[in-house]
């Protein structure tokens, strides 16, 4: 039986396996799109906005910190710091390894060093105050537990009081079970890309939202998964109800 999740409206969404997006996103790339940098700026947009709306914080004074890793969650995570500069939040991007970069979000990266936020290394982060912090660390791509710097960005992120946002999926936690082989993130949201992904009823998503990064039914249909229409109603993000949470590791 299918996974889902459901909207307040009582919209059922399927969720799908770190296995099931890989095919999405491979068949719109290597198919009718969108393309890898359309998703990403469809992403980090909907993500800026997310953290822009956060509750309680307060744009125009205080600090947001994105912590970006190496592909593609970590290229959504620096488009969003660009977003988050253009409307005056004071921003700084921390990326994991900037010499191991994919080649999208390093082009992110360049256009996001022509706005007026920062990047800082990772050997500043413990001088690093943040009010809210944007988690863009692993998305659904979890291979085993974090090690090395994405394992200290995650420990520096669990040890601040300031909330989390993570981008897609809590990193540290198996996009398909929902288990953390190691050191996880523990968001107070997550906004989950395209598709909820069915490892995300575990406490340590905090408020699911889902949002539309432009991939259109077709590609979803070609790789076998049925989107029902109307899942956004206006909107490009929707609040998903998660269906009774496991204490995930």
């Not at 947001?64 to 488009?79: F, S």
């Not at 601040?160 to 897609?168: E, M, N, T």
């Amino acid at each position: 039986m299918q996974k889902s999740f459901e909207t307040p409206s009582g919209v059922r969404v399927p969720a799908v396996t770190e296995a099931q997006m890989a095919l999405v996103d491979r068949i719109a790339v290597e198919g009718p799109g969108p393309n890898l940098f359309q998703m990403m700026e469809n992403a980090g947009r909907s993500l800026a906005w997310t953290a822009i709306e956060y509750p309680g914080f307060d744009r125009r004074r205080e600090r947001l910190v994105v912590l970006a890793g190496t592909g593609g969650n970590g290229g959504g995570g620096i488009c969003a710091a660009r977003h988050l500069a253009n409307h005056g939040v004071d921003v700084t991007v921390v990326v994991a390894d900037s010499g191991r970069l994919a080649p999208v979000p390093r082009q992110q990266l360049e256009v996001y060093r022509q706005s007026s936020g920062r990047t800082a290394e990772i050997e500043a982060l413990e001088a690093l105050d943040a009010a809210l912090i944007v988690d863009a660390l692993v998305g659904y791509g979890l291979q085993s537990a974090p090690r090395g710097p994405v394992l200290e960005m995650i420990e520096w992120a669990e040890l601040r009081p300031a909330p989390v946002i993570a981008l897609d999926v809590p990193s540290g936690v198996d996009a398909t079970s929902g288990e953390a082989p190691g050191a996880a993130i523990s968001a107070a949201t997550t906004l989950t890309l395209a598709l909820p992904k069915t490892g995300l009823d575990t406490h340590r998503v905090g408020e699911l939202w889902l949002t539309d990064i432009g991939i259109p039914e077709g590609v979803f249909r070609r790789a076998g998964v049925e989107v029902p229409s109307g899942v956004f109603s206006g909107s490009d993000r929707v609040r998903l109800i998660v269906p009774g949470i496991r204490e995930g590791l």
